[in-house]
């Protein structure tokens, strides 16, 4: 059913700390329409997709979920999720699987995860000041984590 008290129209909740919009800024509502942008960079950058990463969705709805079979055959297909999602679009998670992939978690730990095996941790440490607070925390954490396991 449909939430009488749900908006009409999506706009950000601004960060009381800088004033920015910093929570839900581009969402889109059921049913609306996708911005042009989308349609326009997914015609562009989808045929040269290498890896798509899925993340914290259900894959449920159009067109985003279309996505994950309009890449090419080639391309390999990263799910960050607490489910496994997309098997009805043809995400295979199989011990066969040759293009898919799960990794099951919380998003911000397992991109961290991903940032620490591609070996991005140093430049993340960077720009920790800019990144939001809860982020930044785990980072802090997986960096003393690193420095413990350095210092045995």
Partial sequence: ??????????????????????????????RGSMPKEFHARTAEDLPQCD??????????????????YRIPPTCLRMVMNNEKVGR???????????????????????????AEKMGWLDDLEAVIDELPESSAQLLRERLNEREDDDAM
């Fill in 88 to 114: 009805r679009l043809g995400i295979d998670y199989s011990e066969n699987s040759i293009r898919d992939c799960f990794a099951h978690g919380h998003s911000d730990v397992v991109c961290l995860d991903l």
């Fill in 51 to 68: 890896l798509l990463i899925i993340m914290g969705t259900s894959l449920t709805v159009a067109p985003a979920n279309s996505l994950v």
């Fill in 1 to 30: 059913g449909m939430d009488a008290d749900a908006p009409r129209e999506s706009t950000p909740i601004v960060c009381e700390a800088c004033g920015a919009p910093a929570v839900k800024p581009t969402i889109v509502l059921f």
